[in-house]
């Protein structure tokens, strides 16, 4: 990686850091949960690097360790997302 | 070629498509859907990155994620509401450890080609991968530990703690500065790795148990910044998008939490809260005379009122009772009785907590009204019902400069008319308390458990209302 690279990466987590804060800041407390749910669903992210990783053909030490992390970032991301789902079900307004 | 084109537009996609779920997420009507978007995207991410050109062996991909994506869906299918803070924990733990995995094995790729020099900028960024995906992964299996009870949740606090991890944490960069000196001598990998676990460890064993959801919300953020991190470990836009996204709402939420306990984040962070309450309540003065009130007298006091605000408290999920209270919402509002219930924000053990409980008995979400907007009407509500909740509603925290929890920002439940705490037994709350409240002349005292005291409310109230 070189510095050039470096900078533009550094400019896409500022900017997606404002959107965060600017979006987040605005959810109502009784979303706080599922909030929280869903976007430990979204940092299972990862299991993008480590399919990446888990890719090659031989067996390594590195292949080992990004079978082991696709394994905890699938669960993190489907369990987040159906967990996450379930209680938004359960969320309803006044029949009236 | 056009293949890595064609995976960096998906990226693209799934980012936009992570920002609009986290959108729709923020407003309830949207929230289901939200959640749908965001799922998609990550659907999007995972399929295109198949298509890279170093993904040669599908076998083995496709095994783990059917395995992880059985285990996930059975756990969160089984969860009780209850444990919802227990899972997050664990989850957060998990995308912690998968960073630090990710992180290390692109290390152990790199160091094993012969006369490897790293670069000063990809090892820094797989340093930071590692050691805030290692805080995560330890620091979350110790709050879910507390939060399960498999570990004392009182603060453990220890003489020199913070000297020492300072230490460990210079000992930790030293270690990590021969590690792109020396990239190919393992071991000096392995000590950030160790050194980092333990630090995990260590930051959240302090952190007493009232204070946990500001350490989930924390920990949340971590697992963000550390899938952040890792994107810059591997020159991936999409992972530092989403890992930015989950990194802003994790501080929001631990702000907002902070906020809530009128403390600070540096004070939650370096502990022992539980210490100096529990020194309080042993000098607290002069007993607490409190006034009785039996079932019966309970339910007559309901059928006059025209007035009820209920302030429920884990208490009130941990003995089940929110089914129970939902029938007594439901035969009041018969009634014509206005019934509204007061949400502190740190009612329950997470944010929001208390909303999903009583979601999953079915009260309907705009009968839940935040703190701000409902402490006014306390004065003009005939009866505020209390039922498994303590700290929020102390009248100390306004009145007593010298209580522990002065200035936190409390439900003004003792204006009401008449204040009914429906709790167990006289004990402090989980801030390790007296409350003063309970001796308060407009304050009568339901003992017993929360279930079975409000299953007896509602049978006498059932036989005093014409049906």
């Known amino acids: ?96 | 070629m056009e293949k890595e084109l064609l995976i960096k537009i998906a990226y693209l996609i799934a980012s936009v498509m992570f920002i609009i779920g986290i959108k729709m997420l923020g407003k309830t009507s949207t929230a289901r859907q939200g959640n749908f978007v965001s799922a998609v995207a990550m659907l999007i991410a995972v399929l295109a990155t198949l298509l890279d050109s170093q993904v040669l062996s599908f076998t083995e991909i496709f095994v783990t994620v059917l395995v992880g994506s059985a285990i996930g869906t059975v756990v969160a299918q089984r969860v009780e509401m209850t444990s919802m803070p227990e899972m997050v924990a664990i989850f957060n733990g998990f995308g912690g450890a998968a960073s630090v995995l990710v992180a290390t094995s692109e290390y152990w790729r790199m160091a094993h080609a012969a006369g490897y020099s790293m670069q000063v900028v990809v090892g820094v960024t797989i340093i930071i991968s590692v050691i805030i995906g290692c805080v995560t992964l330890t620091g979350s299996l110790v709050a879910f530990g507390k939060l399960k009870g498999l570990i004392n949740g009182r603060a453990i606090v220890f003489t020199g703690q913070h000297a020492v991890n300072a230490i460990l944490f210079l000992a930790a960069l030293a270690l990590s500065v021969l590690v792109v000196l020396q990239p190919n001598v393992q071991i000096w990998m392995m000590g950030v790795l160790f050194i980092a676990l333990l630090l995990g460890v260590l930051t959240v064993i302090p952190i007493g148990g009232a204070d946990m959801p500001v350490v989930i919300s924390l920990l949340n953020s971590y697992s963000g910044i550390a899938a952040c991190a890792t994107g810059f470990v591997l020159n991936n836009q999409v992972l530092i998008i989403a890992g930015a996204l989950v990194g802003a709402s994790g501080i929001i939420l631990t702000q907002i939490m902070c906020k809530a306990m009128n403390r600070s984040l540096i004070n939650v962070l370096l502990g022992g809260f539980g210490q100096t309450s529990a020194a309080t309540s042993t000098e607290g003065g002069e007993e607490i005379v409190v006034k009785e009130v039996g079932v019966e007298e309970t339910a007559m006091l309901f059928e006059s009122a025209s007035s009820v605000i209920i302030v429920p408290g884990y208490g009130m999920a941990v003995a089940q009772a929110q089914h129970i209270v939902r029938e007594l919402t439901d035969l009041l509002e018969k009634q014509n009785i206005s019934v509204k219930f007061a949400i502190h924000p740190v009612a329950g053990r997470m944010p929001g907590h208390m909303n999903v409980l009583l979601a999953e008995a079915n009260i309907p979400y705009d009968k839940l009204i935040e703190m701000d907007q409902i402490n006014d009407e306390f004065a003009n509500t005939d009866i505020a019902l209390i039922i498994g909740a303590n700290d929020v509603v102390n009248p100390a925290a306004r009145t007593n400069p010298s209580s522990p929890i002065y200035g936190m920002p409390v439900l003004n439940a003792d204006k009401a008319r008449t204040v009914i705490v429906c709790k167990r037994s006289m004990s402090a709350g989980y801030a390790g308390i007296e409350n003063e409240l309970f001796g308060y002349p407009n304050c009568l005292m339901l003992f017993g458990d929360a279930k079975s005291s409000m299953t007896k409310v509602v049978s006498e109230l059932k036989e005093l209302m014409p049906a």
Request: a positive charge; hydrophobic letters at 55%.
């Open chain 1, 1 to 96: 990686m070189n510095a050039e690279s470096l900078i533009v990466l550094l400019y896409v987590l500022v900017l997606a850091s404002f959107v965060g804060f600017e979006l987040i800041s605005k959810v109502p407390p009784t979303l706080h949960t599922p909030l929280m749910s869903g976007s430990n669903a979204i940092s299972g992210i990862t299991i993008v690097g480590a399919i990446v990783a888990a890719g090659p053909n031989e067996w390594s030490v590195s292949k080992g360790l990004a079978i082991a992390a696709l394994l905890l970032a699938t669960l993190n991301v489907v369990g987040g997302y159906v967990v996450t789902d379930r209680m938004l079900r359960m969320f309803k307004k006044k029949k009236k």
